[in-house]
């Protein structure tokens, strides 16, 4: 069984403060993704790193930066905490085999809260 | 600009009926599609996919619809249960500038199954 796991299943962060969340994979998979998902507005992809420190913007990278120094761990740093970055983050990862698309496996999510 | 669109913000159907969930997309480049699953507070969960070379693909009480002259696909649930009362996302690989895919998600349609 894939498993995904990230580090918090809630946290409650000050504004401001630089904020890491972090997400293991333990099935050898080449692609991961950081999500987030709000009310209405569905799962919107920040990052994503197809190997270890390659990395390439989603479609809502600002005020967010990623690191990936190993295969199976994918960072997400919220460089500066604001309240429009609370939200629900989803990490995902997925193997990559050329030509034939695989699908994506999630984390529990993180609840992330910033007052 | 939304390559994957559920009109649908929400579904109420009675335990026992059938389930009709839509997906309309507007890229004709994609050739795969899945759909996923998310209860609340927990991450998504792989549910069907549909190959464009195929126009159905069955999976017990679980059947995806495609139709690409309409670029639209539908989830079949029959017969629906409480406990498929969930948040279903219907998404697409996509190839992103770098050549690596990212899943594209739709918003997402809220599924109510009545007892």
């Known amino acids: 069984d894939v498993k995904v796991t990230q580090s918090s299943r809630y946290l409650v962060k000050r504004t401001g403060e630089k904020v890491f969340l972090e997400c293991v994979q333990d099935?050898?998979?080449?692609?991961m993704f950081w999500y987030r998902q709000d009310p209405g507005l569905g799962l919107r992809l920040i990052y994503f790193?197809?190997?270890?420190?390659?990395?390439e913007k989603g479609d809502i990278p600002e005020g967010y930066s990623v690191s990936r120094e190993k295969k199976e761990r994918f960072s997400l740093i919220l460089e500066s905490a604001s309240t429009n970055q609370t939200s629900m983050y989803l990490c995902?990862?997925?193997?990559?085999?050329?030509?034939?698309?695989?699908?994506?496996?999630f984390g529990q999510g993180t609840r992330l809260t910033v007052v | 600009d939304q390559q994957v669109k559920q009109n649908s913000p929400s579904l109420s159907v009675q335990e026992g009926r059938i389930s009709i969930l839509n997906c309309d997309y507007t890229?004709?480049?994609?050739?795969?599609f899945l759909w996923y699953k998310k209860y609340p507070a927990e991450g998504p969960t792989f549910l069907i996919s549909?190959?464009?070379?195929?126009d159905k693909n069955e999976d017990g009480r679980f059947t995806v619809f495609l139709n690409k002259s309409a670029k639209h696909l539908s989830l079949h649930i029959v017969p629906s249960q409480p406990g498929d009362s969930a948040v279903y996302f219907c998404?697409?690989?996509?190839?992103?500038?770098?050549?690596?895919?990212?899943?594209?998600f739709g918003k997402g349609t809220k599924l109510t199954v009545n007892p």
């Open positions: 890229n004709s480049m994609f050739d795969y």
């Open positions: 099935m050898d998979h080449e692609n």
């Open positions: 790193s197809y190997d270890v420190k390659m990395k």
């Open positions: 995902a990862s997925s193997l990559f085999y050329s030509g034939k698309y695989t699908e994506a496996f």
């Open positions: 998404a697409a690989p996509s190839l992103t500038q770098g050549g690596s895919e990212k899943l594209v």
């Open positions: 549909i190959s464009s070379i195929k």
